[in-house]
């Protein structure tokens, strides 16, 4: 069988067949679980969700964590926090701030209670951004506690509610891993600059050079 | 950096008879007023499937757009560059996994996706079906194939989907370094030696063509995409977009002294419009429908890497982690 031959001397190294087969499928077994990223932009700053990440523990999910949204931009801190542990309520309309239209006349479940952290999105569009914690025995409890604590914060389309223990957290030394940011100018677009080549260039041109 | 030009599926409005007229009134109210639609808001079963397969076709771009590039790592002339050149392939993957997340949302899992990349089924930007010769090849991608994606990518990032408007506003902030470095590489070589000259001349004779099909076939005849930019999936027609290319990009390849392989490319005065000689459409489909110089070694070599990390992810399964669509 021949094998496949590149421009790049690697992937003719690697030996692929010159024919693959479009047809099959991979296994779709290797989906691993999702975890929601915040992140704390400097110091002082609210946590903000800046997206997911795929994982199976949340020490390799703050791994990705970091690579994903750190990679380039630097920050203070990031939390992970698996998404199946994140309650979300509905999208308010425009204009109708969402605890306003939520139903908080039933009994709460009993339990120990615990604390829990609530992120707020301000608009669409928006990220949700950390608002504080509430303590209580359920998210359905901590989200009536959320909307007297925070309710008349501003306006408000979605809440998450998270259980704060299964929010993982960067230690104050791993602010560390973000101070070498400074060292890699060359992925800054300011450092690229071709003024004066192409004004030097046109001058000879002009000049007959 | 990003393909234009989807091929989104012809729209067939007979669909939206099924869909319950009041939400639908609401939806396109709220996407009139400018408003977001978020991942749990109701949407048309249209809007999710072309915003699936248009985020979905962006990321397999960013995954197999690094390829083309990551050749050129080893071979960059010097260390700065090399570094700058792995930056930018990094970036580039980064972005694809963002996208692949702004998809999720929508309901199609990362798994189905890479699934649907390599057994053909979902398309990429169909310039990544084009080889690249030289390191001036490499220059010219990184400088010109950015500036065509930031100009869709810009664009895209007003359109109404949530999730992608955040992870493109993420995106947009990276390209730009891409291409300043890009412009550079491309600078330092026109402005060198008659060898090196010659070397970025080549390279964009080769690659004006395919950029001239980046954003997608013509106007004239595209499919009917209304409702798409009515409901801002789609956010500007491509001829538009090639127009916006040209007016930023043609002076910058001409004050080079590099000359574009197209004798009636000019600006047309009364127009205010560029007048082009029209791009090889039927190459285009041939390219798109796998009959391109490299369409076979980019999905091999996917496949390949899919293939070859499967033993990873199979050591990292938890039985009891269970997969849910991710949030926002």
Known sequence: MSHLVSLDPRISRLGIPAEIDLNSDKTLSDQLSTFEVFHQKKEGAVYQHVGPVHANTPDLAFLFAKEQYSRRFTCTGIWVVPTSSISVTPNAEPGVNIYSILNFDHKFEEGTPVLFTVFHQKKRGAHHECMGEVTAASSDEALYHASLKYGESGPVVNVWIIPSEKITKSSAEDVEFWNTLSEKKYRDASVWRVMDKITKFKEEQKSGN | ?328
Request: with cysteine; proline share 6%.
């Open chain 2, 1 to 328: 950096m990003y393909g234009g030009g989807n091929i989104f599926e012809p729209t067939k409005l007979e669909e939206l008879n099924a869909e319950d007229p009041i939400k639908l009134a609401a939806f396109e109210a709220r996407i009139l007023q400018g408003e977001k639609i978020e991942p749990n808001d109701w949407m048309p079963q249209m809007y999710r499937k072309q915003l699936i397969r248009m985020i979905e076709q962006h990321a397999h771009s960013e995954i197999i757009g690094a390829l083309p590039e990551g050749t050129w790592i080893t071979r960059a002339p010097g260390f700065r560059r090399k570094m700058a050149q792995m930056a930018k392939v990094q970036d580039e993957v980064g972005h694809g996994q963002l996208l692949y997340s702004a998809a999720e949302t929508l309901g199609k899992t990362r798994e189905e996706m890479i699934n649907d990349l390599i057994n053909g089924k979902s398309k990429y930007s169909n310039i990544f079906n084009y080889p690249a010769f030289t390191w001036a090849d490499s220059a010219i991608i990184s400088w010109l194939v950015d500036a065509g994606a930031i100009v869709n990518q810009m664009a895209n990032a007003k359109g109404s989907y949530g999730p992608y408007s955040r992870a493109l506003d993420r995106i947009c902030a990276e390209e730009s370094f891409h291409l300043k470095y890009g412009h550079d590489s491309v600078v330092h070589l026109a402005t060198g030696s008659p060898k090196q000259r010659q070397m970025v001349q080549e390279a964009i004779t080769r690659w004006w063509p395919p950029l001239m099909h980046f954003f997608g076939p013509s106007d004239k005849i595209s499919a009917h995409t209304e409702i798409l930019m009515r409901w801002k999936v789609k956010m500007a027609s491509n001829d538009d977009m090639r127009q916006q290319f040209l007016d930023m990009y043609v002076p910058k390849i001409w004050e080079l002294g590099m000359v574009l392989p197209d004798p009636l490319l000019c600006k047309n005065e009364e127009t205010g419009k560029w007048d082009y000689t029209e791009p090889d459409w039927e190459e285009f489909k041939r390219v798109i429908n796998g009959d391109g110089p490299c369409n076979k070694e980019r999905l091999a070599v996917r496949k390949m890497a899919e293939e070859n990390g499967a033993w990873v992810r199979r050591a990292l399964q938890k039985p009891e982690a269970k997969y849910v669509t991710p949030l926002a």
